[in-house]
């Protein structure tokens, strides 16, 4: 996965990074591999509002709602 445009935004100095959405759907299933679920199963712990981990927690923060799965 390559990045399409970086750049330094202002005040904060906060990295904005641009991704395609065939990026974007590899980095979340990326992700999803990483914690070992799918998004069936990170969808379903978000509905109970029991996530397994503060990254399952952050992770559906990041991309809840975004994925066609």
Not at 2 to 11: G, H, L
Not at 13 to 23: A, P
Not at 33 to 41: I, S, V
């Amino acid at each position: 996965m390559s990045v399409i445009q970086e750049r330094w935004t202002e005040p904060d100095d906060e990295v904005v990074i641009h991704l395609t959405e065939e990026q974007f759907q590899e980095a979340a299933q990326q992700a999803l591999d990483d914690l070992g679920k799918t998004y069936a199963e990170l969808a379903e712990e978000a509905e109970s509002r029991s996530f397994s981990s503060a990254r399952a927690h952050a992770l559906w923060v990041a991309i809840g709602g975004t994925l066609g799965f």
